[in-house]
């Protein structure tokens, strides 16, 4: 049925315009698609975990490869719908704990890389690649080193602030904070933006075909 582009990018555009109606206030178009879609996606998602997680695990692993212990993974898993059920739904506890605990131990194992190579990469040079005084090398890192100092400094609750040093230093930092939670902050408007331009040329010109 939705094979033909017309009738997939009509019933596309339908649903668009369902979701935008929600500029103008909630209503039960908005509630349609939306339902509709997030069933769409958990079917989806379900579907694929049976294909490309259960049922190879199933026919191959287990079946073939005689790797039995996998049942029981299986089993805990499916612990989890006995939340639907009241008089054995602290069953469901048991795999909930367990993926929390592989969560946190799997955060602690893995997580610290990032910050440290974030903690390495403060070290900058401060020698620079050109001659001049306005090398793009030596400025930049004479202003990251200036900001990561007032930035830390900002957050230098134990030590009085009653200093120029200190006052200035926290200064510095408060300023380069806004600016780069606004410079987010833009930037996630900016995704918005993108993604509602996105949209309309859909709408204005796979549906209605008034722009190339």
């Given amino acids: 049925m939705f094979d033909n582009p017309t009738i997939a990018n009509t019933v596309g555009a339908i649903f668009t315009l369902f979701i935008f109606s929600y500029l103008w206030k909630e209503n039960a178009l908005y509630r349609l698609a939306e339902h509709i879609y997030v069933g769409l996606s958990a079917g989806y998602i379900v579907t694929m975990n049976w294909h490309t997680t259960l049922k190879p695990a199933i026919q191959q692993e287990i079946a073939v490869d005689k790797q039995y212990y996998l049942i029981t993974a299986i ?14 739904a602290w069953l469901a ?11 946190v131990g799997y955060v602690l194992v893995f997580s610290p890389a990032p910050f440290i190579t974030q903690i390495t990469n403060s070290f900058q040079k401060f020698s620079a690649k050109y001659t001049t005084w306005y090398g793009t090398n030596t400025v930049n890192n ?3 080193f200036i900001f990561l100092i007032g930035t830390m400094m900002y957050f230098f609750f134990t030590v009085k602030r009653d200093n120029p040093i200190m006052v200035g230093g926290a200064t510095i930092g408060r300023y380069v904070l806004m600016l780069a939670f606004g410079s987010a902050f833009g930037n996630t408007v900016q995704g918005r933006v993108s993604l509602f331009i996105g949209r309309c ?9 008034l722009i190339k």
């Fill in 75 to 88: 089993i805990i898993g499916l612990l989890m719908y006995t939340r639907y059920f009241p008089k054995i």
């Fill in 93 to 103: 506890r048991i795999p909930m704990s367990i993926w929390v605990g592989y969560g």
């Fill in 142 to 144: 004479i202003l990251f």
């Fill in 201 to 209: 040329q859909y709408l204005l010109g796979d549906w209605l075909h």
